[in-house]
């Protein structure tokens, strides 16, 4: 019911609105948790000993912690890692003067099977360790006394999956106070009907939660916000609402000027619910709003805001290489800040749900997003999967992944299912229908996809439900020329493409393309060290080289764009080879986070920037034959040089997406110049390293906040006299990290590297390693020593704490 509002009480909403204090608390709750390895069922009770636990804040993966086990039961898959039981357990204290609200505890993700405890009483389960859940507190709480939650984790069934998930309470833990008077758990949703830049309409549905035992009435205000916090539309209605229930209610508004979302510019503004009880406001409640249109056209491929657009896309698992699965969003941004620096303008979340973090950052950095709920529906890929769980809680897995992303502007497709078995039997009609009816249930502005392998249409019974609205293929490159005739007026992409294999900075002398192994099962004739050529000649039996692929989708318009197999290295599903490799081959930049050669193609392709790299270092045998490689663009042509005589220029030719010359080895300078019209574009110099000289450590900021979260990765390179990167080194480096900051990861990019992650050293790969340093709290400047112990100087960097 909507009551006329009075004049001078819309007055006076509209001057205090912004000035009241918040009335929903919403506290970080992941410091001094007490962990310990193990089954401990009595540590839900208040007189439990927990004095040898061990005391930890949160994210927290225990599985990165452990060794290499050839024998793990985790398997080759998850990167020989351990997993395990596990409890978590933290004494907390609730004001008294609180009892009047409603207290709720909010996980980001548990891996997996999780049960949650508070002063003795079971508040639920959850299975899915992808999957965000919370709990209500309120009526099991000793308020002004001490209350003790636990939680224990069972990632024992194992092998549970086909990629390296961690365990344990990997990502962040909040605790929101607010009335018995509140908007509910993700109880926004904000759609545009109507988008222009002269006028935009919003509609939004707030879902009021009524935890009080008399019905209520208040006043709801809607307020949007542009990106300079100004207000540019407002609501205000008159609500009731009854006792011990829910309701939504509905505002409608217009907004003029609109600036509009797109992955350049992601333009965000943001929707202020406000809750009122007779002027006093009891509730406040935040939604991302970002105003885009877009299309899936069977012929024209993608479009954003009217504008033809190819998605440049990788796909990313959930791991943060040395970190495993712990979520910081530090982190996550400088996995995103490399992509959009190679000119990649979409992600793909393979194969579950990803962090609020990461659905945060593809808002605010511009990536389109397809969002993506299983790996498996009924039917198994490993023992211990989710299959056991489908039939009791995909449909409220489902739910509420699509509540907890829907008002994200980055958002564009909703994918049910990777590689899904159904597909090839008559089950998967029923199930793809079910799981597309409860997606348009809560969302009806978005296109639902599922990435599928099978293209032969009597073979694919989730194409065969008609069901989908966007055809998402994976790899079948050769075949895409045929799809509109084969699926005529569907719209189509490739949801994952290439599967491609590269070492960073490995580079085998051949000319030969080929595919390891050459069909499942057979035998495998790779490097003895368990390398693979950065050179883009290895590819997967099922795969495309990065070249192949790209050639084929920028040459099809109806194609709206690709996926990449993978934008990073990910722990686990080191395919082709066995132990000791323990992480994939497959991604543009290795597991450290340093960019693969391949990644220069990209940029050049995709990017705006001009591009000039050559290929391989220049440290090799003398009249070595050596392919030099080059990528480039914004220029007609690149002459090489070798130590100041030319061996020729050469252009790309046709579809060429690289240049090549035949070397004979010689040491000394490598050079090439690009050039258009004849001027200079960029020159590119590579010398031949001499002896070991210095140990070079560069961070990525010069300063880190005092917030126990924040991070610094520093690249750590062995140089000679003249500042020449060895691109053989692989010398053993000492670290030691004094002040506000400590080692919480090391990491070479070496997929056969069984040191462990979390060591004070690590062996240089390639001429490099990556240390990251965390906030510890400490008010001193954090210092890094880096030392080989064997006669090269210590090397040392001083980091400003803020």
């Known amino acids: 019911m909507v009551k006329k509002i009075t004049l001078a009480f819309a007055i006076l909403l509209s001057v205090s609105i912004f000035a009241q204090k918040q009335a929903r608390i919403v506290e970080d709750f992941n410091k001094n948790w007490n962990f310990k390895l193990g089954d401990y069922p009595e540590a839900i009770n208040a007189n439990f000993n927990a004095s040898d636990w061990r005391t930890l804040q949160l994210p927290h993966d225990w599985s990165i912690e452990g060794a290499f086990d050839k024998d793990a039961k985790t398997k080759q898959a998850q990167g020989f890692l351990p997993a395990g039981k596990g409890w978590y357990r933290k004494t907390f204290t609730i004001p008294a003067s609180w009892k009047s609200k409603t207290i709720s505890i909010e996980f980001d993700g548990v891996f997996k099977n999780s049960e949650v405890f508070i002063n003795g009483k079971s508040l639920g389960i959850r299975p899915n360790g992808y999957i965000s859940f919370g709990y209500d507190l309120s009526p099991y709480l000793n308020f002004g006394q001490a209350n003790i939650i636990a939680v224990k984790v069972d990632n024992d069934a194992q092998p549970n999956s086909r990629w390296y998930t961690g365990s344990g309470i990997y990502r962040n833990v909040r605790l929101v106070t607010s009335e018995k008077l509140h908007v509910g758990k993700w109880g926004t949703f904000v759609t545009t009907p109507e988008v222009s830049t002269k006028k935009s309409k919003v509609h939004l549905e707030v879902t009021i939660d009524n935890d009080n035992d008399t019905a209520r009435e208040f006043t709801l205000v809607t307020s949007i916000l542009d990106a300079k916090n100004k207000e540019v539309a407002n609501k205000i209605s008159i609500e009731k609402i009854s006792a011990k229930t829910f309701e939504t209610k509905v505002h409608n508004l217009d907004v003029l000027k609109v600036q509009l979302w797109n992955t350049e510019n992601p333009y965000l503004y943001k929707v202020v619910t406000k809750i009122y009880e007779k002027s006093v406001l009891v509730d406040n409640y935040e939604t991302p709003l970002g105003f885009r249109y877009f299309n899936f056209d069977s012929e024209k491929g993608f479009s954003l805001n009217g504008i033809p657009t190819k998605i440049y896309g990788v796909c990313l698992h959930h791991d943060n290489g040395a970190l495993g699965a712990v979520e910081n969003i530090h982190a996550v941004r400088r996995k995103l800040t490399l992509m959009k620096e190679m000119g990649v303008n979409a992600i793909r979340m393979s194969h579950n749900p990803h962090s609020l973090e990461m659905m945060q950052l593809c808002d605010e950095m511009g990536f389109i997003v397809q969002d993506e709920a299983f790996d498996v529906w009924k039917k198994k890929k490993v023992t211990n999967d989710y299959h056991k769980d489908w039939d009791a809680w995909h449909k409220q897995d489902l739910v509420d992944f699509i509540k907890r992303d829907r008002n994200h502007p980055s958002v564009m497709m909703w994918s049910i299912g990777n590689e899904i078995r159904e597909q090839f039997d008559s089950t998967g009609i029923a199930i793809t229908r079910e799981l597309s009816k409860i997606v348009k249930s809560l969302d009806v502005t978005r296109p639902v996809t599922s990435a599928l392998t099978e293209n032969v249409i009597e073979k694919n019974f989730i194409y065969q439900s008609g069901a989908l609205d966007l055809l998402g293929f994976n790899y079948k490159h050769e075949d895409y020329k045929d799809f509109p005739a084969k699926f005529k007026g569907q719209k189509i992409l490739a949801s994952e493409s290439v599967s491609a294999l590269e070492t960073r900075g490995h580079y085998d002398q051949s000319d030969v393309i080929k595919a390891w192994p050459t069909k499942y099962g057979a035998p495998f004739d790779g490097n003895a060290d368990w390398t693979v050529s950065a050179y883009d000649q290895v590819k997967s039996y099922w795969g495309a080289t990065h070249e192949e692929n790209w050639k084929t989708i920028k040459s099809q318009d109806f194609m709206a764009g690709t996926f990449i197999w993978t934008g990073f290295d990910y722990i ?209 400047n954090v210092q890094l020593k880096a030392s080989t112990g064997n006669g090269i100087p210590i090397s040392s960097i001083n980091i400003k704490v803020n």
């Not at 126990?708 to 003249?722: A, E, F, G």
């Not at 480096?733 to 050293?761: C, M, R």
Request: charged share 25%.
């Open 572 to 780: 686990g599903e080191p395919d082709p080879y066995p132990y000791p490799a323990r992480s994939s081959y497959f991604g543009i930049v290795d597991l450290a986070g340093l960019p693969k050669d391949v990644y220069y193609m990209y940029q050049s392709e995709w990017s705006k920037k001009t591009v000039l790299h050559i290929l391989p270092h220049w440290n090799w045998t003398k009249d070595q034959e050596i392919n030099v490689w080059a990528y480039y663009n914004n220029a007609d042509e690149v002459e090489l040089y070798l130590n100041g005589k030319s061996l020729g220029k050469k252009s790309k030719q046709n579809d060429d997406l690289h240049i090549e010359w035949k070397v004979k080895y010689e040491p000394g300078t490598l050079k090439a110049v690009s050039r258009k019209n004849g001027k200079v574009v960029l020159e590119k110099e590579i010398e031949t390293a001499g002896q070991a000289s210095k140990i070079d450590l560069k961070a990525d900021k010069t300063s880190i906040k005092n917030d126990t979260y924040d991070l610094v990765y520093v690249t750590v390179s062995m140089l000679d006299k003249d500042g020449n990167l060895l691109p053989n080194a692989m010398d053993l480096i000492n670290f030691e990290v004094t002040g506000g900051g400590k080692l919480v990861g090391v990491d070479n990019g070496y997929q056969a590297n069984l040191e462990s992650f979390k060591s004070n050293s690590c062996k240089l790969f390639n001429g490099k390693c990556v240390v990251i340093i965390q906030s510890n709290g400490k008010k001193d």
